[in-house]
């Protein structure tokens, strides 16, 4: 029997934080690892541009992207890692996704609503508002059975759910339903700079994220600036959500439990913390910063793993896309 698909994405709109680190690309290398899974990672810069992007920039963070998922674990030789505008599978079925997606469906989507908040309601693209349907062609395309994503894509993925069932509904079975494989510990780090809002590498304050390739002199200083509170306790609660989220960090890098951080800096204010934490954060990041120093250099390698990524994906998603043209009437060439 052929094994499982999972799909996962993430978008070259800036270099990858610590949050995608911890909520999203580690998830992928234990998935990967554990060899029950066919893994299709893919670096999704069809997305990037529902938002300006420089040309050139998100040239660049499209090699750092892969780059650096591969530092942080992606094989290439175990999972399937391409740039999602190399197969134009994508964007074909996005247009016949698109017919049968209702507006009301995407007038609901938080992230289409917080996002557009950052623009003039006049220059708000419709690819923004139809992200969502190029997400579910994205799954669909190669019968993902599981989508890890974070908490924050969860909608996204109940939408492609609903289209697949509409598809095979109307016409008869052809996509397999994709489900979320959420890890509930550590599913979302919160901005440095205000913790209530998600860490974001596209985020216009450089003090409020970590990336992966900060150097420690850099995460020092950002930790040391981290908003914290008046209340000078290391504890866990939604009181104090600067000191919640750091704890967090500080728990997804050591892997020790809430309970034993907090019982650890009892009785300690939180310089002492967070000198600790940005330690415990740059040694954490420091082997997958050598190996993407040597990654981001070797052009030559990246062209071919990304050129035999996308041969692969092209023929799963090749498939798909012939089977849903046959059966909503197009004819073949
Ligand atoms: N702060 C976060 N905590 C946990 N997980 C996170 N993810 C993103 N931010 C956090 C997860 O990373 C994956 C890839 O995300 P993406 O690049 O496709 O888009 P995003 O979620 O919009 O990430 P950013 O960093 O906030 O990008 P911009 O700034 O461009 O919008 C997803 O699985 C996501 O859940």
Redesign the pocket.
């Known amino acids: 029997m052929s094994k499982e698909i999972v799909f996962?994405?993430?978008?070259p709109?800036?270099e990858?934080?610590i949050?995608?680190y911890?909520?999203?690309?580690r998830n992928w290398v234990d998935i990967q690892n554990e060899d029950k899974y066919t893994c299709l990672y893919c670096v999704?810069d069809m997305?990037?541009i529902t938002?300006p992007q420089v040309p050139k920039d998100l040239r660049k963070h499209t090699l750092e992207m892969l780059s650096a998922l591969m530092a942080a674990g992606i094989d290439p030789e175990k999972s399937i890692l391409f740039i999602q505008s190399h197969v134009p599978a994508h964007a074909e079925l996005t247009w016949v996704l698109n017919t049968i997606t209702y507006m009301g469906q995407l007038n609901r989507m938080t992230?289409f609503k917080e996002?557009s908040k950052r623009f003039e309601e006049a220059s708000i693209n419709s690819g923004l508002y139809t992200y969502p349907v190029l997400m579910a062609a994205d799954i669909l395309l190669y019968q993902a059975k599981y989508v890890?994503?974070?908490?924050?894509?969860k909608q996204h993925l109940e939408l492609t759910r609903d289209l697949a069932e509409r598809f095979n509904n109307r016409y008869s079975d052809t996509f397999v339903i994709p489900e979320p494989l959420i890890k509930e510990q550590?599913?979302?780090?919160?901005?440095l700079q205000d913790p209530e809002s998600?860490?974001?590498?596209?985020?216009a304050d450089e003090n409020a994220?970590i990336l992966l390739l900060d150097e420690p002199d850099v995460i020092r200083r950002k930790i040391k600036r981290a908003v914290t509170d008046s209340e000078g306790v290391i504890a866990y609660n939604d009181r104090q959500k600067g000191i919640k989220n750091l704890i967090n960090i500080y728990s997804a890098f050591t892997n020790e439990d809430v309970e034993t951080i907090v019982a650890k800096y009892e009785g300690k204010g939180y310089g002492i913390f967070k000198e600790d934490l940005a330690e415990v954060v740059i040694e954490g990041l420091r082997p997958i910063q050598e190996s993407y120093k040597e990654l981001i250099n070797n052009k030559d390698y990246l062209e071919k793993v990304y050129k035999e990524g996308a041969e692969k994906a092209e023929y799963m998603a090749r498939k798909t896309l012939r089977k849903v043209y046959k059966k909503i009437g197009f004819i073949p060439r």
């Open positions: 996962s994405g993430i978008q709109s800036g990858p934080t949050g995608n911890i909520g999203a690309i999704v997305h990037a938002v992230q996002k890890p994503v974070g908490e924050d894509q550590g599913a979302r780090i919160m901005s998600k860490m974001s590498k596209s985020d994220y």
